[in-house]
Structures are given as structure tokens and as C-alpha cells.
């Protein structure tokens, strides 16, 4: 069955330093996200992407945050300057059609100190 | 706030019970989806049903959707030790172009 990739699976980084998370999406899909979720909370909206360019974001992805996809497989969240209530879990998932279930990645944990 | 509350947040069963649990929701959806998570992994879908279905079964799960009343149950039949896990619903809001999560019940099955 089709995957959602993410890499590392783990990182470690110190505060104020950047982070860039990757992601390949299933290769046939359309639309993009990325979700995170904090220890032993619930999994947070973070941004939705589709043609090239960000559909929809929440409060929390403020102007540290950026998505891209450089090429036709990669989707990459970048965080310039990681703050320590940045360290969480970090989905991303992907979705053929809009209206559909969304596969998710098993996550990254991003974890600054 | 697009969603409302998941109930119980945490379960506890012996093997071979159901588990139900519920999710509440505050506007209108395109579709309703239900999410299982085991610790510290990721999040698998495990069915989705649209806001003009009241019922939908996939082998030991049946989930049942009432947009009257903006809830939605689940149900695993036949539990098993390897439904230990968090069950999260995410509601799909038409003209969004994203989920909204519940909280989540915390399933343990007992053997």
C-alpha cells in the first residue's frame, strides 16, 4: 500500500536554530499538510498546500513557518528559528482528491533544547 | 472552534467487548473521518463517511453519523488486544481545505 515518508524520524536541535522536515507525499496525490502534535495533546492544523502554493493555515504557522515542494516528490516544512514550544510531533499527510482520507506520514519528532 | 468534544477520553475493556466511542462537532461537514493512533506513532485513517450517510461499516468497526445532531460514534466489535490505541475523529468543513481533530479516547483493551 502507498506511504507518506517522513525524515528524520527524530530530531534533535537547539533553540533558535533551523530545521527543515521532509516529506514525500503518495506520488498520485494532490493536496498536502502538514498537522503537529504536542505531547499529549491533540494533532493541530498547521497548513494545507495544492497547486503550488498554500491553501490554508492556521494561527500557529506564523512567519517562521514555510512549506515547499521543490521538486515533483518532496513537500518540506521549515522552521527558521525553532522555539522550545516548538518541539512536537510533526505530520505530514497527503490526500488524491479533496473530500477524501487523508494518508498520513508516521511523523517526526522534533524535539529543542 | 470547529470541533467539539470526544467521550469517554479514555476507555477500558476486556477482550471480546465493544468499545463505543463518541465525537461532537460544532458546524456543518463535507464528511467525517475517524483516525486510530498507537503510542507515539502515527495516524491511520480508518474510514470516512459523508455528511449524507447516516451509517458505514468497515469489517469490526461501524460508524454512525447523525449531522442533526452533529455527532458521531464508533464502534469495535470483538475488541482485541491490538486495538489498544487512541481513536481520534476529524471533521472535513465544507469550504475548508483541511481536518479538525477531537481530543481522542484512549483505548486499552485487557486480555
Known amino acids: 500500500e502507498p506511504e507518506v515518508t517522513q525524515t528524520p524520524s527524530h530530531q534533535v536541535t537547539q533553540m533558535g536554530q533551523e530545521v527543515i522536515l521532509r516529506c514525500v507525499p503518495i506520488?498520485?496525490?494532490?493536496?498536502f499538510y502538514w498537522y503537529r502534535q504536542i505531547l499529549g495533546q491533540k494533532v493541530e492544523f498547521l497548513v494545507s498546500?495544492?497547486?503550488?502554493?498554500?491553501?490554508?493555515k492556521s494561527e500557529i504557522f506564523d512567519d517562521q513557518f514555510s512549506v515547499e515542494r521543490p521538486d515533483g516528490s518532496n513537500f518540506t516544512l521549515k522552521i527558521r528559528s525553532t522555539k522550545l514550544e516548538d518541539s512536537a510531533m510533526y505530520f505530514c499527510?497527503?490526500?488524491?482528491?479533496?473530500?477524501?482520507?487523508?494518508?498520513f506520514g508516521s511523523g517526526t519528532r522534533l524535539t529543542v533544547v | 472552534s470547529q470541533q467539539g468534544e470526544e467521550d469517554p477520553q479514555a476507555l477500558s475493556i476486556q477482550e471480546g467487548e465493544n468499545a463505543t466511542m463518541n465525537c461532537s462537532y460544532k458546524?456543518?461537514?463535507?464528511?467525517l473521518q475517524w483516525y486510530r493512533q498507537n503510542s507515539g506513532r502515527g495516524l491511520v485513517h480508518l474510514i470516512l463517511?459523508?455528511?449524507?450517510?447516516r451509517e458505514k461499516h468497515s469489517g469490526r468497526l461501524r460508524v454512525t453519523l447523525d449531522t442533526s445532531k452533529k455527532s458521531s460514534s464508533l464502534l469495535i466489535t470483538a475488541s482485541r488486544a491490538a486495538d489498544t490505541a487512541s481513536y481520534f475523529c476529524?471533521?472535513?468543513?465544507?469550504?475548508?481545505?483541511?481536518?479538525?481533530f477531537g481530543q481522542g479516547t484512549r483505548l486499552t483493551i485487557n486480555p
Open positions: 499527510a497527503s490526500q488524491e482528491r479533496s473530500g477524501d482520507g487523508y494518508t
Open positions: 506520488s498520485n496525490h494532490l493536496y
Open positions: 498546500f495544492y497547486n503550488n502554493e498554500i491553501s490554508e
Open positions: 458546524t456543518s461537514i463535507n464528511n
Open positions: 463517511i459523508r455528511s449524507n450517510e
Open positions: 476529524a471533521t472535513d468543513a465544507w469550504g475548508a481545505q483541511k481536518l479538525v
